[in-house]
C-alpha cells in the first residue's frame, strides 16, 4: 500500500491539440497547475509547441516507471509523445524544469517507416529493459498492423520492432503487459485510413473496427493467442489490476459499450468475459437510431478497489466497485455534457437507465461542450481528472462546439470509503481560453507516475 502513500500531485502534463480546428498552429504540451494553494491554480503555467503542423499528439509515456524499479539510475525526467497521425515520436525532457519542459529530441516517422513498417504510434510503456515500447495502429500506408516500436531508453533511437514471428494482428492500439504471467495483451481500434476522418457507419460490419484482444508471449515476443469481444466492439484501453501478482483486468470496448474482464485460465491461456454493458440510447436527430455510450477510457485506483470508465456519448463517468472483480457494482455516477443532454438536437425515445434526460452541464458559468473522456486519478484515490476531447476529427464530427470553443479540463471528487462522485465547482482549466485559440486537451500525465503508466513487476 506504500504506492498510495505519493505526494499530492501539483501539476499535470496535457498533450493539446490543434489539428482539425481550423487553426494553422501546431499541437502543444501544457503544463497545468492543479496546486489548491497556488496563486495559478486552474491555469496552464507552461506550453510547449512541437516544431511541426498537424501531429495529433495523443498519448504519452515515461522513459522510467516502476518496471525499472531497483535501479537508482534510472529517473522518469523523460516524456514520450507519439504523434498519432504525423508518426513522429517527440521525446520531451521535463527533468531539467518539471514546469517548463523542453524539447529533448524528435523520432522522425520516416525512422518509423523504414526501420519498423508500422505507423500511427499510441501506446509507450517503459520496459524493465530501460527500453521504450510503443504501440501502433497501422502499416505506414494507414492500413491495420498491431506492432511495436521499440525505443533505446537513452538514445532515444530506434532499435526495431518488439514483436517476431510472421503472426501480426491486423490493428494495434494500447497494450498492457505483466512480466509474472509472461504475457503482454494488446488491443484493437481499427484501420487508420478508416477511422482517421471520422466515424462513418459504413464502416461497420465490414471488419474496419477491431473485435480482438492479442495475446503475445512476453519472453518470445510472439503473438500466441485471440479473443474474441464482438464485431465492432472496438475494444480500446487495457488495464491490468496494479498487483503484480494478479493474472486478471478489463478492458472497455468503445462502440459496443461493454467492459470485459479478462483472465487468465486454469489451462493457462487467457479468456475474457462481459461484466458490464452500457445500454444503447433509442434516439432521434443522430448519426445512428441506437446512440452508444462510447467508453473511451477506463483506468483503476491503485488500491485495485475501484473501476472508472467514461461515456464520451451519453456524457457520464461511472464509479465500479470491484472488491469483487467478476461483479463490479456501480457506486458512482455522474454526468457532465455529453450528447443526449435536455434541449439539445437528440431527442431520446427509449432509455433503459434514465427517467430523464440530464441538464446541460455549466461550471462556473461556461456551458461545458463534449463528453468526458480521458480520465486520470490521484495517487490516494481522491480526486479523478478529466479531460473532454476524444480525436480532432471524431471531435469535429461529434461535437462541433467542442471545436469551436475548445475543451475543458474537470475535477471530481471522489468517496473512496463508500463510493460516489461530485464535480468539483471550483475546478475548471478552459483550453477555449488559450493564447493561439481553443484546443483540444487530451491525455493527463502527473510528473511522478500514475495511475494509468505504471506497471510492477
Known amino acids: 500500500v506504500s504506492v498510495l502513500k505519493g505526494p499530492r500531485e501539483e501539476i499535470v502534463y496535457v498533450p493539446c491539440i490543434y489539428r482539425n480546428t481550423g487553426r494553422k498552429k501546431p499541437d502543444f504540451l501544457a503544463t497545468v497547475d492543479v496546486n489548491p494553494k497556488s496563486p495559478h491554480y486552474c491555469q496552464v503555467i507552461h506550453r510547449l509547441p512541437m516544431p511541426n503542423l498537424g501531429d495529433e499528439l495523443h498519448h504519452s509515456g515515461w522513459n522510467a516507471c516502476s518496471s525499472c524499479f531497483g535501479d537508482a539510475t534510472k529517473k522518469r525526467n523523460r516524456l514520450i509523445l507519439p504523434s498519432l497521425i504525423s508518426s513522429r515520436i517527440y521525446v520531451v525532457d521535463v527533468g531539467t524544469d518539471l514546469r517548463a519542459p523542453r524539447l529533448f529530441k524528435v523520432v ?180 445512428l437510431p441506437d446512440m452508444p455510450g462510447f467508453i473511451t477510457d477506463i483506468l483503476i485506483s491503485l488500491d485495485d478497489r475501484f473501476l472508472y470508465f467514461s461515456n464520451w456519448l451519453h456524457g457520464d463517468i461511472r464509479q465500479y466497485d470491484i472488491s469483487n472483480t467478476r461483479k463490479p457494482k456501480l457506486v458512482g455516477q455522474v454526468f457532465v455534457g455529453g450528447s443526449v443532454t435536455k434541449g439539445g438536437p437528440v431527442t431520446v425515445c427509449r432509455d433503459e437507465e434514465l427517467q430523464s434526460q440530464p441538464d446541460p452541464f455549466f461550471i462556473k458559468g461556461k456551458r461545458v461542450p463534449g463528453g468526458p473522456q480521458m480520465i486520470q486519478l490521484s495517487l490516494d484515490g481522491k480526486r479523478l481528472y478529466v479531460t473532454t476531447s476524444l480525436y480532432s476529427a471524431w471531435d469535429r464530427q461529434f461535437y462541433p462546439d467542442l471545436v469551436k470553443d475548445g475543451s475543458v479540463m474537470l475535477q471530481l471528487d471522489v468517496d473512496t470509503e463508500q463510493g460516489g462522485l461530485t464535480v468539483n465547482e471550483s475546478f475548471l482549466v478552459d483550453f477555449g481560453k488559450e493564447p493561439d485559440g481553443p484546443c483540444l486537451a487530451h491525455e493527463i500525465r502527473y510528473p511522478g507516475g500514475d495511475c494509468t503508466s505504471d506497471i510492477w513487476v
Open 108 to 287: 522522425n516517422s520516416e525512422d518509423v517507416f523504414w526501420k519498423c513498417n508500422v505507423g500511427y504510434p499510441h501506446t509507450s510503456h517503459c520496459l524493465g529493459s530501460g527500453e521504450i515500447m510503443i504501440s501502433t495502429l497501422g502499416d505506414p500506408s494507414g492500413s491495420g498492423k498491431g506492432g511495436f516500436i521499440l525505443l533505446d531508453g537513452e538514445t532515444f533511437e530506434i532499435k526495431g520492432n518488439w514483436e517476431k514471428g510472421d503472426k501480426i494482428p491486423a490493428m494495434g492500439y494500447d497494450f498492457w503487459y505483466q512480466p509474472r504471467h509472461n504475457v503482454l495483451i494488446s488491443t484493437e481500434w481499427g484501420i487508420p485510413k478508416c477511422l482517421g476522418y471520422g466515424f462513418d457507419p459504413n464502416d461497420l460490419k465490414k471488419g474496419r473496427y477491431g473485435r480482438r484482444l492479442n495475446v503475445w508471449d512476453w519472453t518470445t515476443h510472439t503473438h500466441v493467442q485471440a479473443i474474441d469481444v464482438g464485431e465492432d466492439a472496438a475494444p480500446l484501453e487495457i488495464r491490468f489490476l496494479h498487483n503484480p501478482a494478479a493474472a486478471e483486468g478489463y478492458v472497455g470496448c468503445t462502440i459496443s459499450s461493454a467492459i470485459h474482464r479478462f483472465y487468465k485460465t486454469e489451462q493457462g491461456d487467457w479468456a475474457a468475459e462481459k461484466v458490464i454493458q452500457v445500454p444503447s440510447k433509442k434516439v432521434e436527430g443522430w448519426l
